[in-house]
């Protein structure tokens, strides 16, 4: 399984992400927040050095969208 689809499937992650998204107090200090934090990091690094016309632009935005769901 990787760190991501270990974050997917973190409760503890889910209830501080809904939290967050209703406005609620939560801890983003967490170690699975970090982490969360750091893959989307990750990302919106691939998407800033991406040129707009590339193929791999839909894809890195598709996968920025879905952290969402983390």
């Not at 889910?14 to 107090?25: I, S």
């Not at 691939?46 to 983390?70: D, K, V, W």
Request: glycine share 2%.
């Amino acid at each position: 399984m990787t760190r991501r689809e270990e974050l997917e499937n973190s409760p503890s992650l889910q209830d501080e992400l809904r939290r967050m998204q209703n406005g609620e107090p939560y801890d983003a200090h967490t170690p699975e927040m970090r982490a969360w934090r750091g893959e989307v990091k990750k990302l919106l690094k691939r998407l800033n050095i991406t040129e707009y016309h590339e193929p791999t632009m839909a894809s890195i935005t598709r996968e920025l969208l879905l952290q969402r769901r983390c």
